[in-house]
T-cell receptor, first 109, second 120 residues
Framework: QKEVEQNSGPLSVPEGAIASLNCTYSDRVSQSFFWYRQYSGKSPELIMSIYSNGDKEDGRFTAQLNKASQYVSLLIRDSQPSDSATYLCAVYNFNKFYFGSGTKLNVKP | GAVVSQHPSWVICKSGTSVKIECRSLDFQATTMFWYRQFPKQSLMLMATSNEGSKATYEQGVEKDKFLINHASLTLSTLTVTSAHPEDSSFYIC????????????????FGPGTRLTVT
């Protein structure tokens, strides 16, 4: 079983819609969770970090964490074509980051 | 803020030669840096964790004698690919943790722009 699992997609949404990206993790004691965006040929860029159950909002992005269900999600409101990228979920445990394989998001104009 | 640089951004070398890649945290101190490798259309693969002043911890299957890592200071880590072969061609990315945690809880890692290595 992988530490962090994501649907590889692609997830296609029209411009202006809400994109919902999901991630599950296997280690119950995990405490730190991150979402990264990676454009093709570029390195990952940190979008959000979340440590407590509930929602955390930053601009058009909302991260949601449910530790009981071992589930973390990222909502992108008012999706733009520039949001088209691969989104990586990461979990931090014992001085190591575990990455999911990423979900490719396509926002259609 | 939270800027990590890598040099070079791309390099082409001949098989059998060695290549050194530098990773620097420009505006924060990083006790821990990570080295990743990414093949096309695949996710990040952690190669090793580098702690300032101590030996790097390599992931299973990564040859420590081939991929030499030196974390000489709180702002600099280097990865040397020794005796490179075409199968070592990949996108190498470093990241650094913000030691002081000023930008969050202290667990965020920030990535460098990556180094694309091509071995001919």
């Amino acid at each position: 079983q992988k530490e962090v699992e994501q649907n590889s997609g692609p997830l296609s949404v029209p411009e202006g819609a809400i994109a919902s990206l999901n991630c599950t993790y296997s280690d119950r004691v995990s405490q730190s969770f991150f979402w990264y965006r990676q454009y093709s040929g570029k390195s990952p860029e940190l979008i959000m970090s979340i440590y407590s159950n509930g929602d955390k909002e930053d601009g058009r992005f909302t991260a949601q964490l449910n530790k009981a269900s071992q589930y973390v999600s990222l909502l992108i409101r008012d999706s733009q074509p520039s949001d088209s990228a691969t989104y990586l979920c990461a979990v931090y445990n014992f001085n190591k980051f575990y990455f999911g394989s990423g979900t490719k998001l396509n926002v259609k104009p | 803020g939270a800027v990590v640089s890598q040099h070079p951004s791309w390099v082409i070398c001949k098989s059998g030669t060695s290549v050194k890649i530098e990773c620097r945290s420009l505006d924060f101190q990083a006790t821990t840096m990570f080295w990743y490798r990414q093949f096309p259309k695949q996710s990040l693969m952690l190669m090793a964790t580098s702690n300032e002043g101590s030996k790097a911890t390599y992931e299973q299957g990564v040859e420590k004698d081939k991929f030499l890592i030196n974390h000489a200071s709180l702002t600099l880590s280097t990865l040397t690919v020794t005796s490179a072969h075409p199968e070592d061609s990949s996108f190498y990315i470093c990241s650094a943790r913000d030691r002081a945690g000023k930008r969050g809880a202290g667990y965020e890692q920030y990535f460098g722009p990556g180094t694309r290595l091509t071995v001919t």
